[in-house]
T-cell receptor
Framework: QQQVKQSPQSLIVQKGGISIINCAYE??????FPWYQQFPGKGPALLIA?????SEKKEGRFTISFNKSAKQFSLHIMDSQPGDSATYFC???????????????FGTGTRLKVLA | GAVVSQHPSRVICKSGTSVKIECRSL??????MFWYRQFPKQSLMLMAT?????????EQGVEKDKFLINHASLTLSTLTVTSAHPEDSSFYIC?????????FGSGTRLTVV
């Protein structure tokens, strides 16, 4: 119930193409779904995030699509660039009623390579 | 924006020694910080949740006596790996929760020889 399944494990896309990464979750109590980008040897950086009350959120070339009934969400990177080559993690969290803290459950990651 | 500084970025230590990793929120106060461990090409695994002024909450399977966490102020949390062994070699990342949500540090590559 606490798992977040992410696919594909790796992805190769031509420059200018669309990169699509998918995640699925089981726990319906999750109420926050962020995507992180991580370069080698660096910590993850927040890209974009969504809550269950909307089905899509777009920020620049990055779009999250959210399907509450299917318990799935995906990241779309439009006009993919070589500089987008990194590992992408989806995550899910729920509010803690006792402490107010949010524990993130991370997906397994997708290594994206964008060919020049 | 929120910045989290993590030091050192890399450390090599001898087996049996202890190593301290610092995580500082530079421009915001963080009542809660998280410590993660990441093996090569794998996801981030939450080790513990650190709350300012109180004991850390450790995830199942994480040895409390081996991974000592101190959150003495609203801007600083430390992780000390005690009596380090080669199997403790990993990438350790902290994350601080502020008004902008979570911000991650740049990570610490620990190598125990």
């Amino acid at each position: 119930q606490q798992q977040v399944k992410q696919s594909p494990q790796s992805l190769i896309v031509q420059k200018g193409g669309i990169s699509i990464i998918n995640c699925a979750y089981e726990n319906t109590a999750f109420d926050y779904f962020p995507w992180y980008q991580q370069f080698p040897g660096k910590g993850p950086a927040l890209l974009i995030a969504i809550r269950p009350d909307v089905s899509e959120k777009k920020e620049g070339r990055f779009t999250i699509s959210f399907n509450k009934s299917a318990k799935q969400f995906s990241l779309h990177i439009m006009d993919s660039q070589p500089g987008d080559s990194a590992t992408y993690f989806c995550a899910a969290s729920k509010s803690s009623r006792t402490s107010g803290t949010y524990k993130y459950i991370f997906g397994t990651g997708t290594r994206l390579k964008v060919l020049a | 924006g929120a910045v989290v500084s993590q030091h050192p970025s890399r450390v090599i230590c001898k087996s049996g020694t202890s190593v301290k990793i610092e995580c500082r929120s530079l421009d915001f106060q963080a009542t809660t910080m998280f410590w993660y461990r990441q093996f090569p090409k794998q996801s981030l695994m939450l080790m513990a949740t650190s709350n300012e002024g109180s004991k850390a909450t450790y995830e199942q399977g994480v040895e409390k006596d081996k991974f000592l966490i101190n959150h003495a102020s609203l801007t600083l949390s430390t992780l000390t790996v005690t009596s380090a062994h080669p199997e403790d070699s990993s990438f350790y990342i902290c994350s601080a929760m502020g008004i902008y949500g979570y911000t991650f540090g740049s990570g610490t590559r620990l190598t125990v020889v």
